[in-house]
Structures are given as C-alpha cells and as structure tokens.
C-alpha cells in the first residue's frame, strides 16, 4: 500500500523531548482539566469548571488562560479581560478553578471539544478541552464468544516509515491481513492475505496461522507486534475536525520521499483536504504543493466514508475509529480514524 502513516511515532517522540527535564532544574508542569458540559450546547450557553494544576516541583507565576477557539462556539472566561484570564501564582501541587461559559452560534455544534490554551508568560505550558453535548454511546462490544467482525490495526517505525499492520476477522475461521481499501473483505479460504485463527472464549487462547496472540482489553498482540481495536462509525455523523496523514518512504535521511494529507471535515457536510509531496536525495530534492479541493463526505452505513469532489471524482475508503481518552468510540473523531489501513491523526494539539 502506498500510504503508510508516519505522525504517531513523530508526534510521541517529540512529546517525549519536550517533557525531558533539564539536569539542573526541574520543568515546569501543570494540567487543564474541565467538567463536560453534559447536555446539548445551546445559543444560551451553559457552564463548565476549569481546574489548573501545577504538577511539578517548582513555584508557577505568569499563567494565563485562553480560549483555543472553535468555529460555531464562543466561550466567555469568568475574571477575563480581552479574552485572557490571569490566574495567580501556584505552588507545587496546588490548584486554582476557573468558571467558562460557552455559546453556539445558530449554525453551531451542540457537540464537541472546545479548546483552552495555558501559558506561562508568552510560552505555552499546557492545553484542555471541555467536552459538551451528550458523550457518544460506545460501538457495541462484539460477543464475548466470538472475534467475528473485529477490527484491529497497528503500526511500526522502520528507516522506511511507518508500516501499518491491519487484522480483521472475516467470520469464525479467518482473519484477513492485507489492506481493506474501499470495501470490507471477506475469507472464504486461505490464501496471502486471509489467515486461519482459532479462539477459545473461555481462555481466551488464540492462534493466527499457527502462532500464538494475546488479547487484553482492546489490544491485540502478535508476533511482539500490538494491534488496537478500532469502533465502527456512526452511520450520517457530521464531523468537526482537522486529521491529518503522513509517511515516508526511501531510506531516510539519506533519500526520502514524503506526502501529508489534510482533510478538514465540517458540520455542515463538506470538507477541504489539502496536500504536500516533497522528496531529498543525493541528486534532486522536490516539492510539490497542488491547490485544495473541496467537495462533501458521507459517513455511510457499510463502514466507509465517501468523499465526493467537486470536480466530479469521489472517494470510498473503509473507515475506523479509535477510542477517545473515556474508551468510547465517539460519533466525531477526537483522537482520530483508519481510511484504508492508513492512520489519520488530529495532531492540532
């Protein structure tokens, strides 16, 4: 498959620089949480508390809170002046509690996130979300006695990218290993991409074509190599999200070709994705840049999304949905989806 997706590992790897801690002195650290606002989120607004913690060793000053911003939603930040929030100073561990207010315009969502950004003087030192709306019910767990129907995927760095590993049980006999493009595959026998299992409910032992697995929870392990169970999507969902595909491939650094997609769904059905193709090597390095497109998406019944061009061009991908932090599978992606076999991530943050 030509698309291999190249952020999870990037993004963690970053995150895991920036968190380490100097030698001499200990990093700054806090957390913004919020309680959801649990209701539909109407033109009237209604409330949410946002705590600030400082979670590191060291005495906070200069913190300040704003709002991130969200087309369709306004926020009014209590003690606000010009949008920004003050807050005082806080020692190790201590906390502070602010009271936002938000309101959807008439064409806004009544579901969401909403974005809030702390800094630390004209540094950002942390982010939050207030979730609103009534939480998306999770896709029904498939029976304890059966694999049939689960969708799992996975994906490994190597000097050639990101490979992506895709396991989807067919029925109660086979597991298909290959890339489901534009349809759900079924296995009727072996074959290179359709693997026999078995599956004892009780012990829950499991074996793909010969080898031993393990499930835990949604993670499935083979071969030392972890799989995540993936939520089926809510058939007419609007989205209002930003998710964003990359990958290499060559033999990084030395010569390396790259490509990033961005597709901006929104509520109202339609969506923007935006492309970059860029490549080095030891005789020519490239970049190519093609004008957006635009068109609108379907969330269809069978497990796909249908992108629709306004040039007339179309799309159908096989879609999955990762979990959000409550391990729901929510009707708008938070955390991100499977088009393909290839990750798409919301890496705004």
Same mark, same amino acid.
């Given at each position: ?56 060793? %060291?005495?906070? /000053?200069?913190?300040? #809170?704003? $709002?991130?911003?969200?087309?369709? =939603? &306004?926020?009014?930040?209590?003690? +606000? !002046?010009? %949008?920004?929030? /003050?807050?005082?100073? #806080?020692? $190790?561990?201590?906390?502070?509690? =602010? &009271?936002?207010?938000?309101?959807? +315009? !008439?064409? %806004? ?23 609103? %709306? ?216």
């Amino acid at each position: 498959m030509p698309k291999i997706p190249l952020w999870p590992a990037a993004v963690v790897a970053a995150s895991v620089l920036a968190a380490a801690p100097a030698a001499h002195a200990a990093s700054p650290a806090a957390t913004v949480t919020a309680t959801p606002i649990t209701k539909a989120l109407t033109t009237k607004g209604a409330k949410a508390t946002v705590t600030v913690a400082n979670t590191g060793k %060291g005495r906070l /000053t200069g913190l300040s #809170l704003r $709002a991130a911003g969200l087309k369709g =939603v &306004t926020a009014k930040i209590t003690g +606000a !002046k010009r %949008g920004v929030r /003050t807050l005082k100073p #806080l020692k $190790a561990g201590a906390k502070v509690r =602010v &009271t936002v207010s938000l309101r959807r +315009a !008439k064409s %806004g969502p009544s579901a969401g996130t909403f974005g809030l950004r702390l800094r630390r003087g004209s540094k950002p030192l942390a982010s939050g979300r207030i979730a609103f %709306g009534p939480k998306a019910k999770p896709a029904p767990a498939p029976k304890p006695e059966t694999l049939d129907g689960r969708y799992y995927w996975g994906s490994q760095y190597t000097l050639n990218g990101i490979q992506q590993y895709t396991l989807l049980f067919t029925g109660p006999s086979f597991v298909f290993t290959g890339d489901a493009e534009g349809s759900f595959p079924t296995c009727a026998a072996v074959s290179d991409t359709c693997k026999p299992y078995t599956f004892d409910p009780k012990t829950k032992a499991l074996t793909i074509d010969g080898k031993p697995a393990t499930i835990e929870g949604d993670k499935l392990t083979l071969d030392g190599q972890a799989h995540f169970l993936l939520g089926a999507p809510t058939p007419g969902a609007k989205w209002d999200t930003v998710l964003t595909y990359s990958n290499s491939s060559g033999l990084c650094p030395l010569y390396c070709n790259y490509f990033t997609e961005n597709l901006t769904f929104r509520p109202d059905g339609t969506f923007i994705r935006g492309a970059v193709a860029s490549g080095s090597g030891p005789v020519v390095d490239y970049a190519s840049v093609p004008a957006d497109q635009k068109g609108t998406y379907e969330i269809r019944a069978d497990r796909t999304l249908r992108l629709a061009f306004a040039d007339g061009k179309e799309r159908i991908e096989t879609l999955g949905i990762f979990p959000d932090d409550a391990g729901a599978y929510p009707a708008n992606p938070s955390a991100g989806v499977v088009l393909d076999g290839d990750g798409y991530f919301d890496i705004r943050d």
